[in-house]
């Protein structure tokens, strides 16, 4: 983008700057409400090209004063322009690993003088987030904000991607400021939410998405449907949505297309009668899995499980063992919660997977083994235990893997930091695995401070069986995914675990989040092939594989 035509200032009829904003379409700018407030025309130019064009100015957010929420405003043109507009960045762009370390730019008109532009140079970071509405930013040596920035976009001048959009500055020590605040384009589009027409989304088509969104227009997310989300999602959103389609959007954003089948199929029955037919028809057009599958057609849906939680009783040693399963994103038949010593929690555990069974065995998808168990069991060889005892035929023969079972109670810090992070990795796409050498120095809380400094780190790949204090740190992070082989390293050198390092990264490093427990089961059986004498990744692997959204219900009495 050479010419930047995008950037405009804002003023009054009567002439005078206000501030700045940005074009987004041929006849449609952003700007601060506040910039804007009490008017309903204004006057906007884009410097070198076009002056004084008259512009209608519609609030979006509901701001009614400074510190409000919502300080957003669209300015709309009379005559389209034929100035190219800004490149907006999607959610894969907004996350702290794109944002960190990189320098943005912001485009100010003073209101002294409608030709006077001004430049900022600015970080910032969605770590630096207050009352989840604003980014802190703060300029580099050598800039500062002004009177004028507001409404200016946050830029990258080397591809053009507009991150956000400049609200306000700290003008306390005189008329320049060293730091401000802007909205994230993902906190815009939550006041506009025609911009989600314009963002480069990777679900569904562009013109799929429109019509979804204005069939939904004006219908506000309720009581109803927020029970309807929970029941679909596993828990209650962090924040509520405002409207209908902001929670059809967060379901479409971070979870399978299934899931969003499902919490269409609950919203129907919430709109407007005329509407109803509508939401049918669009579904049947779009959504593949909406459509009954031809005869024959393999069906799609998640694997079913059998989940296996393990709750440490307060007193005697014991554990609360609960077999539950999970079929079609919901919870199936479970068995009572029984209490037996530790040294009979193999035994309860096969018995109770073994008459679980019938639920599972025989529907046409797949289906694997959760452990939901706790942090010290994590690294128990599962696998090796029966899932018919009779034969003693081994777990290994599908997919297993492992879960903290802190996280199955819905309200738990981990079990929200662990669904941020999930769903990153489901918006990804790829597992894009981070290497843990065991040699690396991470001592104390440093492997504490790697974590929540790289929250876009998903996927945790170790040499060896990783350190407690590793393992706590990571499970406090909310990494959802983790693999290591529960061999020590204890050798002078490295050459093993890293070479069990390197093998097992690249094994899962393109894969899709859904597919590991697979990858998971297939090294495990290739390690049973290799040479005893010679190390192999899949030899006793471990995977934590952690999706917040397969969340049974606690056992009765269960303080959750």
């Known amino acids: 983008m050479d010419d930047w035509q995008w950037r405009a200032w804002v003023g009054r009829p009567g002439g005078g700057t ?14 601060c409400a506040h910039t804007v407030h009490g008017m309903d025309e204004a006057r906007v130019g884009f410097p070198g090209l076009g002056e004084d064009l008259p512009a209608r100015v519609i609030p979006c957010g509901g701001w009614r004063r400074a510190g409000d929420h919502g300080d957003v405003a669209v300015l709309e043109l009379k005559e389209p322009v034929p100035y190219t507009p800004a490149r907006l960045a999607g959610p894969e762009e907004l996350h702290a690993g794109a944002i960190v370390g990189r320098e943005f730019t912001a485009c100010g008109f003073p209101r002294h003088s409608r030709d006077d532009e001004r430049y900022a140079r600015l970080t910032t970071s969605p770590h630096q987030r207050m009352r989840r509405e604003w980014w802190e930013l703060k300029t580099v040596p050598g ?25 306000n500055a700290d003008f306390r020590d005189g ?10 384009v993902s906190r815009i589009r939550r006041y506009w939410e025609e911009l989600d027409d314009l963002l480069p989304l990777g679900w569904l088509t562009g013109p799929a998405r429109r019509e979804l969104r204005e069939l939904l227009d ?93 709750e440490r009783a307060t007193f005697d040693n014991a554990f609360d063992v609960t077999v539950h399963t ?40 797949e289906w694997m083994i959760e452990f939901a168990v706790p942090e010290g069991w994590l690294g128990r060889p599962f696998e090796e235990w029966h899932v018919d005892r009779r034969n003693r035929i081994p777990m290994r023969r599908y ?40 040699a690396a120095p991470r001592k104390g809380t440093a492997f504490q401070d790697w974590l929540e400094a790289n929250d876009d780190y998903c996927v945790l790949v170790y040499g060896s069986r990783p350190v407690r204090s ?16 529960r061999t020590a390293c204890d050798a002078p050198g ?30 495990r059986r290739k390690a049973l092939a290799a040479p005893k004498d010679r190390p192999h990744c899949g030899r006793n692997l471990t995977l934590l594989w952690d999706d917040p959204s397969r969340l049974p219900d606690p056992p009765l009495g269960m303080e959750v």
Do not use: K
Not at 18 to 31: C, E, I, K, M, W
Not at 503 to 518: C, K, M, Q
């Open 494 to 523: 490295h050459d093993h675990c890293r070479g069990n390092l390197r093998d097992l990264a690249g094994a899962v490093a393109d894969a899709p989040p859904g597919d590991l427990p697979r990858i998971a089961m297939a090294l």
């Open 326 to 365: 999970w079929i079609d994103g919901a919870e199936g038949p479970s068995r009572r919660t029984e209490r037996v010593p530790e040294r009979r929690v193999r035994a309860a555990v096969e018995e109770g997977v073994e008459r679980s069974l019938h639920a599972v065995v025989g529907r046409r998808g």
């Open 470 to 485: 590793w393992l706590t740190a990571a499970l406090n992070n909310g990494v959802p995914v983790m693999l290591w082989t």
């Open 399 to 438: 997919p297993v893997v492992v879960r903290d079972v802190e996280r199955l109670r819905p309200y738990s810090i981990r079990h929200d930091q662990a669904w941020r992070r999930w769903r990153l990795l489901r918006e990804r796409g790829r597992s894009e695995p981070r290497p843990v050498d065991c």
């Open 218 to 310: 004006g219908v506000a997310f309720t009581g109803p449907l927020g029970s309807a989300l929970g029941a679909v999602t596993g828990r209650p959103p962090v924040e509520a949505p405002r409207t209908a389609w902001e929670s059809v959007r967060d379901v479409a954003e971070g979870w399978p297309e299934d899931r969003l089948v499902r919490y269409l199929g609950a919203l129907g029955p919430h709109l407007p009668a005329d509407r109803r037919p509508r939401l049918a028809a669009w579904s049947r057009r779009h959504l593949a899995s909406a459509v009954p599958a031809p005869a024959g057609a393999p069906e799609r849906a998640e694997p079913a499980s059998v989940i296996v939680r393990l």
């Open 143 to 167: 800039y500062r904000l002004e009177e004028g920035y507001s409404g200016s976009a946050v830029y990258d001048e080397l591809t053009g991607t507009v991150v956000g959009m400049v609200t």
């Open 175 to 184: 008329d320049r400021a060293e730091f401000g605040w802007m909205l994230p």
């Open 18 to 31: 206000l501030g700045a904003a940005f074009l987004v379409d041929a006849t449609r700018l952003l700007t």
